[in-house]
């Protein structure tokens, strides 16, 4: 059974670009959630996407989005990148209900803004 | 009131000792409390997880203490091995919420 696949693995990026980062959960998971992992702040929620729709939504500036396809692949996307959005963007696919069906997350997307 | 607060930042334990790791958080209104395990490169796993109506979960090694009025959880991993060593979140959700995140604490575990 495959896991979570995220790409890119690596990406460097200037200031000022803009970025799209994609997820591909497991197949059958509905539930796609983003989280912005940096050593100081550890895992912070960006948003989370069910069937297509925005569920959830954590405290980032409007610079960053996200969007589920009707396959269950979701982009989040990341515009006028700052050197402060460099982090490890980890995506996490379940079946529904966290709580229910626990995160299985993939290995993430490392941004490196220069 | 959404945070999780984790302690320590760091843990050096010695093979086959006791490593704990603590959890408090100020939400009353969280109801699931799991544990992840990541591993460098790699994402966070979920190691096991607790509800507020049991004060302790066991799973193999690894154990969860609740205690609800203090608001406070933790991990003990039993007989620590050096493939162990890895970076723990606690986490914490309410209703249909998303996971909120501790810090993490980094542990190694020494032969």
């Known amino acids: 059974k495959a896991g979570v696949t995220q790409t890119p693995r690596y990406l460097i990026k200037t200031r000022g670009q803009q970025v799209t980062l994609s997820c591909s959960p497991i197949?059958?998971?509905?539930?796609v959630s983003w989280y912005q992992q940096t050593p100081g702040q550890g895992l912070q929620f960006l948003f989370e996407?069910?069937?297509?729709?925005?569920?959830n939504k954590g405290n980032f500036p409007g610079r960053f989005s996200g969007r589920q396809f009707s396959n269950s692949r979701s982009e989040m996307n990341v515009s006028t990148l700052e050197l402060g959005d460099s982090a490890l963007y980890l995506c996490?696919?379940?079946?529904?209900?966290?709580?229910?069906?626990?995160?299985?997350f993939g290995s993430g997307t490392r941004l490196t803004v220069v | 009131q959404q945070q999780v607060k984790q302690s320590p930042q760091s843990l050096i334990v010695q093979k086959g000792g006791i490593s704990i790791i603590n959890c408090a958080y100020e939400?009353?209104?969280?109801?699931?409390f799991p544990w992840y395990q990541q591993f460098p490169g790699k994402g966070p796993a979920l190691l096991i997880a607790?509800?507020?109506?049991?004060s302790e979960k066991k799973e193999g090694r690894f154990t969860i203490s609740f205690n609800k009025s203090a608001k406070q959880f933790s991990l003990h991993i039993m007989d620590s091995q050096p493939g162990d060593s890895a970076t723990y979140f606690c986490a914490a959700s309410s209703g249909t919420d998303k996971l909120i995140f501790g810090t993490g604490t980094r542990l190694q575990v020494f032969p």
């Open positions: 607790i509800r507020p109506d049991v």
């Open positions: 996407y069910f069937s297509e729709t925005q569920r």
């Open positions: 197949s059958g998971h509905r539930s």
């Open positions: 939400n009353t209104a969280f109801d699931y």
């Open positions: 996490a696919s379940s079946l529904g209900q966290v709580k229910s069906y626990g995160y299985t």
